[in-house]
């Protein structure tokens, strides 16, 4: 295992923060695989799980078992880490700028266009590897700012990867994945094996996430190039470790378990992953999510918990108004607007007018829901 230490800019004298990448095989190998933990740096389960990960690629390198590349990140956002009001953790947002550690990545496929205009052919392979080419080169020059610097670092790392894995986690929740819709059929191996019962696709979730950064260039570009074939080369997924809460050693241990038989199933470590355990449930479009919302101010109640299948008109919880002292006035019931798995809810249990309490996965597209992806939510 190669260590790096990336240093990030001081953002004030006396202060500095750095970047810890770990390097498994051989540089330049493929497949090459990317992963990162607690990009949202209050997500701590990822933390964990790929630690045990890193214990586990530790000993396939010993025994020379790792046949591609591998580069891990095991803390993703060292400036988030260290964001704390009061004694609470505040790792999704710089605070200098409000602007979320998980959005605002650099939209990369102009640029590369411009780079390969002329330069393709009818090579699936040879297209790839002048887009990955291109691709780095558009993050030759680095900005200056400490939070720009790290997006532009961790992006840097990933994007001539085949895979990459953000490893993230919800408020109260199972495990889910977001992968792009170009990737589906074909990205089924990754749910499968992690065993999860959610997976939501969207070629374009809104506000340029981290994993869409890597895997949307490709499918942005093979619509701009329509004469050439371009595959969509980059299996990026963002991996929702359950709840904020869901840190135990056993789930972990469980996780690192898959996602290291899921590298294996993809090439980059040599062994028998076993039989692949079947999808629990096909994958549902994004704009499918209906969010249920409180329309008032009280105290939640939920009388369904994460992973439950819902009916249109079940009852998920009650909205108790503390202030009113008729018994009826004062509560109002939440109910699914659709069919579908309640996947997430909020963890807190005091609601805002209009918060989202809950979201329920559905089959179709929502109307309502066309222009307002998931993440922006």
């Given at each position: 295992m190669q260590v790096d230490y990336i240093e990030l800019p001081v953002p004030a004298p006396g202060t500095q923060r750095t970047l810890q990448v770990l390097r498994f095989g051989t540089p330049g190998a493929r497949p090459k695989a990317y992963l990162q933990a607690a990009l949202h740096a209050d997500e701590i389960p990822g933390l964990l799980v790929q630690h045990k990960l890193v214990q586990k690629l530790q000993v396939a390198e010993r025994d020379a078992l790792i046949t591609g590349e591998i580069v891990v990140v095991p803390v993703a956002?060292?400036?988030?880490?260290?964001?704390?009001?009061?004694?609470?953790?505040?790792?999704?947002?710089?605070?200098?700028s409000?602007?979320?550690?998980?959005?605002?990545?650099?939209?990369?496929?102009?640029?590369?266009?411009?780079?390969?205009?002329?330069?393709?052919?009818?090579?699936?392979?040879a297209n790839t590897v002048a887009i990955r080419a291109a691709a780095l080169d558009s993050l030759r020059e680095a900005p200056q700012s400490e939070d720009a610097v790290l997006k532009h670092t961790v992006l840097q790392l990933a994007i001539d990867a085949d895979i990459v894995l953000d490893l993230h986690c919800d408020l109260e929740a199972v495990l889910h994945v977001y992968l792009g819709t170009p990737l589906w059929p074909a990205a089924q191996d990754l749910p499968a094996q992690l065993g999860a019962p959610v997976t939501l696709l969207a070629s374009v979730s809104g506000g340029n996430p981290f994993d869409e950064a890597c895997s949307g260039l490709w499918w942005a570009l093979a619509e701009r190039f329509?004469?050439?074939?371009?595959?969509?080369?980059?299996?990026?997924?963002?991996?929702?470790?359950?709840?904020?809460?869901?840190v135990h050693e056993d789930l972990a241990d469980d996780d690192a378990r898959n996602l290291y038989r899921f590298l294996q199933r993809r090439g980059l470590i040599a062994g028998d992953a076993g039989t692949l355990p079947a999808l629990l449930d096909s994958a549902k479009p994004l704009d499918g999510v209906a969010m249920v919302r409180s329309p008032r101010a009280g105290v939640v109640s939920y009388t369904v918990?994460?992973?439950?299948?819902?009916?249109?008109g079940d009852l998920l919880a009650v909205?108790?108004?503390?202030?009113?002292?008729?018994?009826?006035?004062?509560?109002?019931?939440?109910?699914?607007?659709?069919?579908?798995?309640l996947f997430a809810r909020r963890s807190d249990r005091l609601a805002r007018p209009g918060q989202t309490l809950c979201r329920v996965a559905g089959d179709e597209s929502l109307p309502e829901r066309a222009g307002k992806p998931l993440l922006s939510d």
């Open positions: 956002n060292p400036i988030g880490s260290d964001q704390h009001l009061l004694g609470m953790h505040q790792g999704r947002y710089e605070q200098a409000g602007i979320n550690f998980n959005r605002a990545y650099p939209e990369l496929s102009d640029g590369i266009a411009e780079r390969v205009s002329g330069r393709l052919g009818d090579d699936t392979q329509p004469h050439h074939p371009i595959e969509p080369a980059c299996l990026a997924a963002t991996v929702e470790l359950r709840g904020e809460r869901d918990d994460p992973g439950a299948q819902v009916s249109s909205v108790n108004d503390p202030l009113q002292h008729d018994a009826q006035a004062a509560r109002v019931e939440i109910r699914s607007p659709i069919d579908g798995l």
